[in-house]
């Protein structure tokens, strides 16, 4: 709180500034604005003339959202033992959304999601959590002993309330809540130490042990290994690879190549499946989240990997969620700062990549992915309505489009998607 007060005396004065500023000389002021007003009135006029159909609900939600409701049904009707067979199952077959989430996670994340939200919202009410709905779940492990995906879900919703008590409560008592969360962690690696996920061939298994280990900096160095492993047992899992770069990031002010060393396994783990690609996957979230991470990127390695993920995973989800990012993420930045000193043709040549997946590969879009990628880039969003998420989405991306290709239908022509790619419509 004692930074909040001490920056408020320079922002009103700032602010003061600013107002003299402009009384004593308005009209360079006015005339910017108004300039601005009208290259927004331009956009959004040029985007009644781009012809994009849209998915307020796409194939990949409607799958992970039918993964979630099951495993969320058969907790509610403490039908355990059938939803171990399916998280088994999942993890046998591989099991993924068309967009490549991995299914027994989201069963296994349906399943604990409950008790997960009632605490959450105990902690934002500023209320003691009840103990109740843990110690339920906690009843489960006495019902199925030795049952791996039962211990999962129970292994990780500790997991989930431990990031509660660290990210929701930490403001009001950062005593009570390191303590809560350092419970829960323990508590969570006490339930899943028996398993071991390369021996039963369970990716959910790796995956929770990676989420552990994260939340832990003295297994650094395991928690790569345990990511390399979980890679080999589930290449096709990009998420995996999303989530190595994220909880690599802690580690770059100590070992700044660390990152790039991970990313580059990566991409030779999963050649087979992913070409360059497994390279982009690591960096994906990093670059969203840490700026710090442009510096390391070899920018050759990482568009090679874009054109190989498009090449070997067309579903649009992935195209929408590649755009968005070289759109969003990847933008240009108008003020230089340090973090960025040194980067911006890096991130000009990420954000030209836009133009080759707009015209070569989008032909619908999915609205939500540039929601998040807009509002939440990398992380698990706490956002506003679905219909406000939708229509800002769908917004963001068309506006975007159109100032990428203004020139094109400033003469009052159209552009079109299709499955045979981007054209143009001319003008009647």
Same mark, same amino acid.
């Given at each position: 709180?004692?930074?909040?007060?001490?920056?408020?005396?320079?922002?009103?004065?700032?602010?003061?500034?600013?107002?003299?500023?402009?009384?004593?000389?308005?009209?360079?002021?006015? !005339?910017?604005?108004? !300039?601005?007003?009208?290259?927004?009135?331009?956009?959004?006029?040029?985007?009644?003339?781009?012809?994009?159909?849209?998915?307020?609900?796409?194939?990949?939600?409607?799958?992970?959202?039918?993964? &979630?409701?099951?495993?969320?049904?058969?907790?509610?009707?403490?039908?355990?033992?059938?939803?171990?067979?399916?998280?088994?199952?999942?993890?046998?077959?591989?099991?993924?959304?068309?967009?490549?989430?991995?299914?027994?996670?989201?069963?296994?994340?349906?399943?604990?999601?409950?008790?997960?939200?009632?605490?959450?919202?105990?902690?934002?009410?500023?209320?003691?959590?009840?103990?109740?709905?843990?110690?339920?779940?906690?009843?489960?492990?006495?019902?199925?002993?030795?049952?791996?995906?039962?211990?999962?879900?129970?292994?990780?919703?500790?997991?989930?309330?431990?990031?509660?008590?660290?990210?929701?409560?930490?403001?009001?008592?950062?005593?009570?809540?390191?303590?809560?969360?350092?419970?829960?962690?323990?508590?969570?690696?006490?339930?899943?130490?028996?398993?071991?996920?390369?021996?039963?061939?369970?990716?959910?298994?790796?995956?929770?042990?990676?989420?552990?280990?994260?939340?832990?900096?003295? !297994?650094?160095?395991?928690?790569?290994?345990?990511?390399?492993?979980?890679?080999? %047992?589930?290449?096709?899992?990009?998420?995996?690879?999303?989530?190595?770069?994220?909880?690599?990031?802690?580690?770059?002010?100590?070992?700044?190549?660390?990152?790039? %060393?991970?990313?580059?396994? @990566?991409?030779?783990?999963?050649?087979?499946?992913?070409?360059?690609?497994?390279?982009?996957?690591?960096?994906?979230?990093?670059?969203?989240?840490?700026?710090?991470?442009?510096?390391?990127?070899?920018?050759?390695?990482?568009?090679?990997?874009?054109?190989?993920?498009?090449?070997?995973?067309?579903? &649009?989800?992935?195209?929408? %969620?590649?755009?968005?990012?070289?759109?969003?993420?990847?933008?240009?930045?108008?003020?230089? @700062?340090?973090?960025?000193?040194?980067?911006? !043709?890096?991130?000009?040549?990420?954000?030209?990549?836009?133009?080759?997946?707009?015209?070569?590969?989008?032909?619908?879009?999915?609205?939500?992915?540039?929601?998040?990628?807009?509002?939440?880039?990398? &992380?698990?969003?706490?956002?506003?309505?679905?219909?406000?998420?939708?229509?800002?989405?769908?917004?963001?991306?068309?506006?975007?489009?159109?100032?990428?290709?203004?020139?094109?239908?400033?003469?009052?022509?159209?552009?079109?998607?299709?499955?045979?790619?981007?054209?143009?419509?001319?003008? %009647?």
């Amino acid at each position: 709180m004692s930074k909040s007060k001490e920056t408020l005396p320079q922002l009103a004065g700032a602010l003061s500034r600013l107002r003299g500023l402009i009384q004593r000389n308005p009209a360079p002021v006015k !005339k910017s604005m108004a !300039k601005r007003r009208r290259m927004e009135q331009d956009i959004d006029s040029l985007t009644k003339r781009i012809i994009l159909p849209s998915l307020p609900v796409s194939d990949e939600e409607m799958a992970r959202a039918t993964h &979630q409701d099951k495993g969320q049904k058969l907790a509610r009707q403490d039908r355990w033992g059938e939803l171990s067979k399916k998280i088994r199952y999942a993890d046998e077959t591989r099991l993924a959304t068309p967009g490549g989430e991995t299914a027994s996670l989201l069963l296994a994340y349906g399943a604990r999601s409950d008790i997960v939200a009632s605490i959450e919202d105990a902690l934002h009410d500023g209320q003691e959590p009840d103990r109740e709905g843990v110690d339920a779940l906690e009843e489960v492990l006495e019902e199925e002993p030795g049952d791996y995906a039962c211990s999962l879900v129970v292994a990780l919703a500790h997991v989930d309330i431990a990031w509660a008590w660290h990210s929701i409560a930490s403001e009001a008592s950062a005593e009570m809540s390191r303590a809560r969360a350092r419970y829960h962690i323990e508590r969570a690696e006490a339930i899943m130490a028996p398993f071991d996920g390369v021996k039963l061939d369970a990716p959910s298994v790796l995956a929770a042990r990676c989420a552990l280990n994260a939340n832990c900096p003295r !297994k650094s160095r395991a928690l790569a290994d345990d990511y390399g492993n979980l890679i080999e %047992l589930d290449p096709h899992g990009y998420r995996h690879m999303r989530s190595l770069g994220r909880h690599m990031l802690p580690q770059i002010s100590q070992t700044p190549n660390a990152l790039e %060393l991970e990313a580059r396994r @990566t991409a030779l783990r999963a050649q087979e499946y992913w070409g360059a690609g497994g390279y982009t996957w690591v960096y994906f979230d990093a670059l969203a989240l840490e700026p710090q991470a442009m510096p390391m990127l070899d920018p050759d390695f990482f568009i090679d990997g874009l054109r190989d993920i498009i090449s070997r995973k067309r579903d &649009q989800h992935v195209i929408n %969620l590649l755009a968005s990012f070289c759109a969003i993420i990847m933008a240009p930045q108008s003020e230089e @700062t340090p973090a960025i000193a040194g980067t911006q !043709k890096t991130r000009n040549r990420i954000h030209d990549c836009l133009d080759w997946i707009l015209k070569d590969h989008l032909q619908e879009l999915h609205p939500l992915i540039w929601s998040q990628t807009l509002l939440a880039p990398g &992380q698990v969003p706490m956002l506003p309505s679905r219909r406000a998420l939708v229509a800002k989405g769908r917004q963001t991306a068309l506006r975007i489009i159109a100032s990428r290709f203004a020139s094109e239908i400033a003469d009052g022509s159209s552009i079109a998607f299709s499955r045979a790619g981007m054209y143009r419509l001319p003008s %009647l």
